[in-house]
């Protein structure tokens, strides 16, 4: 319940920055995702954790929640790289054309 939540928010602010018109929002709502992230990153270790563990005998939707926090951060990922490319680099100007 708590990974879908975060999940659920992750998408809001995800919305956020891709909507943001100024540099200025973009980067505090980047700042937002990144904290997020964080969270999420935590909730998948605990759930690691239980999936190794033998007292958990259904372990099913441990694994899609795990499955679905590495998703959201490939997806974090590809924002990172996409804002720490500079504008005039090769691959900033390459992404242009």
Partial sequence: KKIDEG?????EIWAKVYSAEQQNQKE?????LKKE??????????????????EVKDKD???EARRLIETKMEQFKICEKETKTKTYSKEGLARIE
């Fill in 61 to 63: 939707s441990l694994v």
């Fill in 37 to 54: 992230i964080k969270k999420l990153q935590r909730q998948r270790d605990q759930v690691k954790t239980w999936i190794s563990s033998s």
């Fill in 7 to 11: 999940v659920e928010l992750f998408d």
């Fill in 28 to 32: 505090k709502h980047e700042m937002d």
